[in-house]
């Protein structure tokens, strides 16, 4: 029996889909959920699916173009992830492996990755090793830059959908209004419920150690960005000085800048972008290091993947929630007690709902 897979092409669809609780950060808004839709479809009939985030309206276009033309790259080729990674690696290595290809590259990995496991009949987590099992979540699709009393309320509704876990937006004018902020959600949500916090990198680390410093003791789990993320050495002197530990890794564009981080001793945590680490393929390198170091890991958004990878992490920590992704899925995560339920579906559990997608379409 021959049981190998060929690729027939990777399938690029912009969408423009609406979020239900716009977000306001320290970096700007986000009010849309600019996704890039990607299908491998092989030569046996399976498809695999993976989504990308643009971000900006300016890169949607130049992101789906991407895909495509790394897609004119693999027609024909067998289904390896690995090797697809290599070869993409090499042919793009003079351009360099960040930014829009890095993306592309992720979503073509991610993609690829779904194929295999529809195509044995697996969901993701089984195809790499692992099971499937409710992982730790928390609800981070919320409590942008806004007042006090407003971050409280909104507090209380995303605790209410079934989580015991939420992340704060920080970085107002006035860093005592992000104290107040800080406050008012821990009374509205009460002690048992665990907090994060995130600067979106809009501090300089003058004014970042003095801020932090401020934040201690106020009972968060960690301090998210508080500076520019590839500035490890800054990095690393905050979080020298701060008892609150601080967390990295959103930015990380391969395994290779996370051994960087880590030897610098930038951070306390990790937390790796599946879009920017390298799909897949670079999770599972990132995983090995964060072992290595004996550093907790957690992920940073494309829970629906993430909670797969997560289930084979072995320093796994907390899965960022978000539910951006939604309104052009068939099936939705489930949440239960605080925990993601990892799809039991072939693949990661990725399916699109095709009359949303037409509707959204870019």
């Known amino acids: 029996m021959n ?10 669809r912009p969408v423009i889909a609406p979020m239900k609780m716009p977000l306001q950060t320290s970096s700007g808004p986000v009010g849309s959920a600019l996704l890039v839709l990607v299908d491998c479809e092989t030569g046996q009939g399976v498809r695999g699916h993976a989504y990308v985030f643009a971000y900006t309206p300016l890169a949607l276009k130049a992101l789906t173009e991407m895909v495509r033309a790394m897609s004119e790259l693999l027609t024909g080729d067998e289904l390896i992830p690995y090797e697809i990674e290599r070869k993409l690696t090499q042919k793009f290595a003079l351009l360099g492996l960040a930014g829009i290809q890095r993306i592309a590259q ?3 990995d991610m993609a690829a990755w779904d194929a295999l496991a529809r195509a044995r009949n697996l969901p993701l987590a089984r195809l790499l090793g692992g099971v499937p099992k409710p992982i730790r979540a928390y609800n981070s699709k919320g409590l942008g830059i806004m007042p006090a009393e407003a971050a409280a309320d909104e507090a209380r509704k995303l605790i209410g959908e079934g989580f015991q876990a939420t ?14 902020t800080v406050r008012a959600v821990r009374k509205a949500v009460g002690d048992s419920v665990t907090l994060m916090s995130d600067y979106n990198q809009s501090l300089t680390v003058t004014d970042a150690i003095r ?14 960005e508080p500076t520019r993320h590839d500035d490890y050495e800054g990095c690393a002197r905050i979080a020298d000085l701060i008892r609150t530990p601080i967390q990295i890794g959103e930015n990380f564009d391969s395994a290779f800048a996370m051994r960087t981080s880590l030897a610098h001793n930038a951070s306390d945590l990790v937390m790796p972008d599946v879009q920017r680490i390298g799909g897949v393929t670079g999770w599972m390198r990132a995983a ?11 992920t ?3 829970a629906e993947v993430s909670a797969h990878l997560m289930c084979v992490t072995p320093t796994a920590h907390w899965l960022e929630y978000v539910d951006w992704a939604d309104a052009v899925l068939q099936e939705p995560l489930k949440i239960k007690d605080g925990h993601v339920l ?21």
Not at 167 to 176: C, F, L
Not at 288 to 298: D, F, R
């Open 300 to 302: 940073h958004l494309f």
């Open 3 to 12: 049981d190998i897979i060929r690729i027939k092409r990777f399938v690029a």
């Open 288 to 298: 090995t290091l964060a072992h290595a170091a004996g550093i907790e890991m957690s």
């Open 167 to 180: 992340k704060i937006r920080i970085g107002r004018a006035d860093a005592n209004d992000d104290l107040k």
């Open 106 to 108: 992720s979503a073509i």
């Open 211 to 224: 801020r932090c410093q401020m934040l201690d003791g106020e009972g968060l789990s960690w301090i998210e």
């Open 342 to 362: 990892t799809s039991e579906q072939p693949g990661s559990g990725i399916q699109w709902d095709e009359k949303a997608v037409a509707k959204y379409l870019a």
